[in-house]
């Protein structure tokens, strides 16, 4: 089987048709550069061909860009000099398509070429569109659902295969760093409007074939290879282009602090690579994809934000022989927030939706959150009026249970209260049909517990929602002792519905990701319980890659919803539940009536537009600031460890039985270090005879929350790493 062919017409117009066979999307591999580079010299070769058309033989596609499964394992087959493989193996890609983009001319002259040009019929991504910007001319299908960019920066890279060099000297700095700092896909007129590609036409392989056969020697040289050749922008020794690239720098900082190596290494990319001519831009971009590849962060982040995440959305942990349960009608029990935020998404999925609270009024209000929704898409341009009254349609707002017959799944979002969820679950299972999935999207209660009050246990999971629904990409799904293998098939195709990734857990108290997030906070608040500076701690963890620290979280999160959760957990564990100086310091701020920016006051002070105007200093009357700060690394560690133990105790007592979510439900859930991977990544990055001895040492410094788990140990002693131990292939092995 091959990835593309090559055929020419009577005109002499070679068509190279890139068609990965088995395949929805191309993608390349090692094996299909290797052919493009044959078929390129075949062309250029042949005297009949008087130029080149690349175009896909996918409908509405071009390329999903190189297949990232290939570059998690590329550093270990380079060899004993991985690095120096590495680089060779980039410098070859160069050298394809720099083949391409001089199309056989006179290297003096720039004369003699054939001219090629790009036909894409939709998407084009990462080296999708890296090959396009390789040719003299890319003409795009009219097609507002394709999307055209470099998506690299998503999963840990930057492009590298010349994309990054070639948008910077096309665009100039400025205008590239959307779509490479930012990983920005956009449909194809604003692409064009970027000055991303040449055409958007309703027939591009015609409209291709169209200009190859008039193209003049002077239509194929590219603006870099022509003498007097310019950056728009301004180059950085270029007074304009010299504030470009300070203002890019500080703003790359800002967004990253640092913990990101790719932005970092991509700027650097781009910087050398404008003070030199194009060629030698091209070795610099390789080296710096090089050393960015050569960073453990790099194949982490691969594996985690890519290889497992699309493992799992494929359904890697669906139980085995169970048909298709995709969901036709829903029944979402609570109009809140989180409710409203469910049917939402699930009326995007073109379900028909039944949205149940106590009155018409709740009801409705619920409802509207959609409207709100869609109104807005509307202004932006995302939504017309005819979807916006279809989808509407397929909500009924009620508070008459009878409309939740024949639905298939229901999902329970009421009061967190046991006794209000048991008395739901028995008035609507006495309603809904007899093989209806019932639901809960409790974010602490156990399962198993909420499941007594069903008549239907086996029938009965936990999905558990993150907020704002609409915006968070991770569901957590519970299993309780009693759930069985159709309630787990449902909610996972429930979830491939709503396109979101799924996890699946056991059930124990937390589950898994709030098991990890509600330690985070925690030894955030035990910090100024100890004197250090608020400011420390929040930063401390920005730059270990946290959207937010963990002292703001609780801000945005609400003080008396943590305190809730300790009474709660207090109650439920009685003596085993371990006190903490963090609950004294929650319960005073409850106290005081400082609630976070709901109430405008909590650890923040606010405006009255609830904009926050800095650390509230009366925190410190209670809780003095120590003399002396602690060592930055040694607060991130902290933060870090206190973290990543939960998680490997949660892999210990089965509540995770795959690393894989683990990893990708840290990352989507609370934003845990994105450039790590995830907990299991980060310690097998940092080793785990080091995290052994670093437990130990912050146990006999902070106490028992630290004490090194029997599982890390044992590992330590083996020198294993939780991939080789935990993941799929080393359990097939």
């Not at 453990?296 to 995440?309: H, Q, T, Y």
Request: glycine content about 10%; hydrophobic content about 45%.
């Amino acid at each position: 089987m091959t990835d593309f062919t090559l055929s020419t017409d009577a005109e002499g117009i070679a068509t190279l048709t890139w068609d990965c066979p088995g395949k929805s999307m191309n993608v390349m591999s090692l094996d299909g550069l290797a052919e493009l580079d044959k078929l390129i010299d075949a062309a250029l070769a042949d005297e009949a061909v008087k130029g080149i058309v690349i175009t896909s033989g996918k409908d509405g596609s071009f390329a999903g860009g190189m297949d990232l499964n290939l570059l998690a394992t590329l550093k270990e087959e380079a060899g004993d000099n991985p690095a120096q493989g590495l680089f060779d193996g980039v410098m070859q890609m160069h050298a394809l398509l720099r083949k391409i983009e001089l199309a056989g001319m006179d290297p003096k002259t720039k004369k003699g070429g054939k001219p090629i040009a790009a036909a894409l019929p939709g998407t084009a991504a990462g080296i999708g569109l890296e090959l396009p910007l390789a040719t003299h001319r890319i003409f795009v299908a009219d097609n507002p659902k394709a999307r055209i960019g470099l998506p690299e920066i998503m999963v840990g890279i930057f492009p590298g295969a010349g994309g990054t060099t070639r948008l910077v000297r096309k665009l100039g700095a400025m205008g590239a760093s959307p779509f490479l700092l930012e990983g920005k896909m956009v449909e194809p007129k604003k692409a064009k409007g970027a000055g991303i590609v040449d055409e958007v036409v309703a027939d591009p392989l015609a409209a291709a074939k169209d200009w190859v056969k008039t193209a003049k020697d002077a239509d194929i040289v590219k603006p870099w290879d022509a003498k007097g050749y310019k950056m728009p922008g301004g180059a950085p020794y270029h007074p304009a282009g010299f504030m470009t690239f300070v203002g890019a720098s500080a703003m790359v900082n800002g967004r990253t602090q640092g913990a990101f190596p790719a932005a970092k290494a991509l700027l650097s990319a781009v910087y050398e690579g404008a003070l030199v001519d194009f060629d030698t831009a091209l070795r610099i971009e390789a080296r710096w994809f090089t050393h960015v590849l050569m960073n453990p962060s790099s194949g982490a982040m691969i594996r985690s934000l890519f290889v497992n995440k699309e493992a799992l959305e494929k359904g890697a942990v669906r139980p085995e022989g169970i048909p298709d349960q995709r969901v036709k009608k829903i029944g979402v029990l609570g109009a809140g927030m989180m409710g409203s935020g469910i049917a939402l998404v699930s009326a995007q999925a073109g379900m028909e939706v039944v949205l149940v609270d106590r009155d018409q009024a709740a009801a409705d209000k619920g409802k509207a959150y959609t409207e709100a929704y869609l109104d807005k898409g509307i202004k932006r341009g995302k939504v017309t009026a005819e979807k916006k009254a279809a989808m509407l349609n397929q909500i009924t707002a009620t508070p008459d249970l009878e409309h939740l017959k024949g639905c298939d799944l229901i999902i329970e979002a009421v009061f967190e209260d046991p006794k209000v969820k048991a008395e739901m679950t028995q008035k609507v299972e006495a309603v809904i049909p007899e093989d209806c999935i019932f639901a809960s999207n409790t974010s602490t209660l156990p399962i198993t517990g909420l499941a007594k009050a069903s008549s239907r246990p086996e029938q009965f999971i936990g999905i558990h929602f993150f907020s704002p629904v609409e915006k968070m990409f991770l569901v957590e799904i519970i299993k309780g002792k009693q759930t069985g293998p159709r309630a787990v098939a449902k909610a996972l195709d429930y979830v491939r519905q709503i396109r979101k990734t799924p996890i699946v857990v056991n059930d124990a108290r937390f589950f898994y990701c709030n098991r990890c997030i509600i330690p985070y906070v925690n030894e955030g608040a035990r910090m100024i319980t100890e004197g250090v500076a608020p400011a420390l701690v929040d930063n401390a963890a920005r730059q270990l890659g946290f959207p937010v620290g963990p002292i703001q979280l609780t801000d945005e999160t609400s003080i008396d919803l943590g305190a809730k959760i300790a009474r709660a957990t207090k109650e439920a564990m009685g003596n085993a539940y371990p006190a903490s100086a963090a609950d004294d310091l929650i319960f005073w701020m409850e106290d005081l009536g400082r609630l976070g920016r709901k109430t405008k006051a909590g650890f923040f002070d606010y405006d009255e537009a609830g904009k926050r105007q800095g650390y509230w200093k009366g925190m410190h009357d209670k809780f003095p600031l120590a003399e002396t700060q602690p060592d930055l690394i040694e607060v991130q560690e902290r933060l870090m460890f206190v973290q990543v133990l939960e998680a490997v105790r949660a892999l210990e007592e089965g509540v995770l039985e795959d690393i894989r979510e683990g990893d990708v439900g840290a990352v989507l859930a609370w934003g845990f270090a994105p450039w790590s991977g995830g907990p299991f990544s980060w310690l097998d990055i940092i080793g785990a005879e080091y995290a052994a001895e670093r437990c130990d040492q912050l146990e006999e410094a902070y106490g028992a929350r630290f004490k090194c788990p029997d599982l890390l140990r044992e590992m330590a002693e083996k020198g294993q790493s939780f991939y080789s131990r935990f993941a799929p292939e080393a359990k097939a092995a």
